[in-house]
């Protein structure tokens, strides 16, 4: 079975501190995803990468950045989190270089900004 | 902009009961449509369609796209206490790598 594994299923932080959510999957693919999961809004695309090194811009990218220096591992980093920055954050990858569909999830990092 | 929108947002019905949730998209050059089940934590993944009315099935739970009308079901007979989740649907962008999910039904099954 794909596992996805993201380092945290809670963390708490204070507003200002640098933030690494880290996700680690073991299939080989080569899409990763960071989304935002909030009330009422769904999920969001933050950032996704279709290799290592790269990276694209998704829906909500402000206050994000993302490093892929390893295929396995996506980070996803908030430089000054803020407390709009607490939110559900799902990471995912996928099997495919030219298509997304059938996203593999982890089970998710509930982040609190205070 | 590629939109997905599904109802109801919330449902509650009694163990037993058959319920049909709706996902209706707009999508450029549209590809195919997934409904995933999120119970706790991570959206796991049900089906992917394609085509317009093949009807895709997993025990209690079918599912059926129409490529004409631009919507899906998903149907899920005799509810149990353990397909409360949250349903989420979603659809790739034209050329893009991005899902554009729905906000999701809330089903609570309750004994």
């Known amino acids: 079975d794909v596992k996805v594994t993201q380092s945290s299923r809670y963390l708490v932080k204070r507003t200002g501190e640098k933030v690494f959510l880290e996700c680690v999957q073991d299939m080989d693919h080569e899409n990763m995803f960071w989304y935002r999961q909030d009330p009422g809004l769904g999920l969001r695309l933050i950032y996704f990468s279709y290799d290592v090194k790269m990276k694209e811009k998704g829906d909500i990218p402000e206050g994000y950045s993302v490093s892929r220096e390893k295929k396995e591992r996506f980070s996803l980093i908030l430089e000054s989190a803020s407390t709009n920055q607490t939110s559900m954050y799902l990471c995912?990858?996928?099997?495919?270089?030219?298509?997304?569909?059938?996203?593999?999830f982890g089970s998710g990092t509930q982040l609190s900004v205070l | 902009e590629d939109k997905v929108v599904q109802s109801p947002l919330s449902l509650v019905v009694h163990e037993g009961d058959t319920v049909t949730l709706n996902c209706s998209y707009e999508v450029t050059n549209f590809r195919s449509l997934l409904w995933y089940k999120q119970e706790k934590k991570a959206p796991t993944f049900l089906f992917m369609l394609?085509?317009?009315?093949i009807e895709k099935k997993s025990g209690r739970l079918s599912s059926i796209l129409d490529k004409k009308e631009l919507f899906s079901i998903l149907n899920i007979t005799a509810t149990q206490t353990g397909d409360s989740a949250v349903y989420l649907c979603?659809?790739?962008?034209?050329?893009?790598?991005?899902?554009?999910f729905g906000k999701g039904t809330k089903l609570s099954v309750i004994p």
């Open positions: 995912a990858s996928s099997p495919w270089r030219d298509s997304n569909e059938k996203l593999f």
């Open positions: 394609t085509s317009s009315g």
């Open positions: 979603a659809a790739p962008g034209a050329g893009s790598y991005q899902l554009t």
